[in-house]
């Protein structure tokens, strides 16, 4: 497995620390809007603002950093105060839109700032990354120590928001939760905090499809609310093949509960309302030329031998692909990706 290793041609500081400590309307001051903060992932932390329409955000933003390391960076007997400014980079990949925050010294190693940012020009997610840079020119070269004016010194994890925050299109039978696998509770999914998702069908009521948030640009994406570029294609692509594998598991775990009477030959729905739903929703695609008794019957008499659970299994991939459009799926994600390279 390859490394990265970044070389730099001065000493700089890794441990800034950024943190969004409120969020609220400008227009409205006293009104707080409702936001959460996850792991996000390895190249950023992320806060999602939850289901409330705003036309401006403005984000308080505070960033720290050891006292010790800022000053390793600059040459001996400098005072960070004088020769320091704390920048925050904001960018929003969809729009382009670019910008920069000073922030206000509260000290030699903490700042404070205010981000705003507008509903018109900026969708899906924005980047924010604090900069530690020079506001002075050195009046001595000293080996590796950044000496002329705005060099930068310091860079820090970015926060990503994400602002685009909405209801993923692979719901149905089953809750949604995001959760980090590599925190998570359960065993299971602690030892495979690589997937991306996991199925939980131990629950009577409905089944939970939780999906690993370790992966925030993956989580913005599906979240997005745009109709072309990257992240338009990977929401098609991911929503196809999420939705895909999990109806698919539903499907299959649903028939396992159909009840047949070995005495009797009576065939009945399973227990659980949802495996019903389930089935109701899948036999009337598989069987469309029977009733309804003779679907269930269908489906529990092919579980009884190989030939018959292939046949299922094949007539099911074929009705869980009608029922998501998978095809759809694709050719928006075509769309999406042709019109961000401006093909007609």
Not at 315 to 321: I, K, M, N, P, S
Request: net charge negative.
């Amino acid at each position: 497995m390859p490394t990265n290793i970044q070389f730099e041609p001065f000493r700089s500081v890794k441990d800034l620390e950024i943190r969004i400590v409120d969020v609220f309307d400008p227009t409205d001051e006293s009104r707080r809007l409702e936001w959460r903060e996850d792991d996000g992932d390895d190249e950023a932390t992320s806060i999602r603002i939850i289901g409330q329409k705003w036309d401006k955000l403005e984000l308080a933003i505070t960033v720290t950093a050891p006292d010790a390391s800022i000053r390793s960076a600059l040459p001996e007997g400098s005072d960070p105060s004088e020769n320091t400014a704390l920048l925050l980079s904001v960018r929003c990949r969809a729009t382009k839109v670019r910008d920069a925050v000073r922030a206000n010294p509260e000290g030699d190693s903490r700042w404070s700032a205010t981000v705003l940012l507008d509903r018109n020009t900026v969708h899906t997610t924005v980047q924010i990354t604090p900069l530690l840079v020079r506001t002075t020119r050195a009046a001595t070269r000293s080996p590796g120590i950044a000496s002329e004016y705005a060099s930068l010194i310091g860079e820090g994890r970015p926060v990503r928001v994400m602002i685009d925050e909405r209801d993923i299109p692979v719901g149905g039978s089953f809750k949604i939760v995001w959760e980090d696998f590599r925190d998570s509770l359960n065993r299971w999914r602690v030892d495979h905090a690589d997937d991306i998702y996991h199925l939980d069908l131990t629950s009577a009521e409905r089944p939970t499809l939780f999906l690993n948030s370790r992966y925030g640009a993956l989580k913005a994406a599906l979240h997005s609310g745009r109709s072309k570029g990257i992240d338009a294609v990977v929401r098609h692509l991911a929503n196809g093949l999420i939705a895909q594998t999990v109806w698919m598991q539903l499907l299959m775990a649903s028939v396992s509960g159909i009840r047949a009477d070995s005495d009797t030959g009576i065939i009945e729905e399973p227990t659980s309302k949802w495996q019903s739903a389930v089935l109701r929703k899948f036999l009337a695609q598989m069987y469309p030329l029977e009733a309804a008794d003779e679907r269930l019957k269908k489906a529990a008499e092919s579980q009884a031998d190989v030939a018959g659970a292939q046949m299922f299994a094949s007539l099911a991939g074929t009705a869980v692909q009608q029922q998501i459009k998978t095809f759809k799926l694709i050719e928006m994600a075509e769309r999406a990706g042709e019109a961000s390279l401006g093909k007609s």
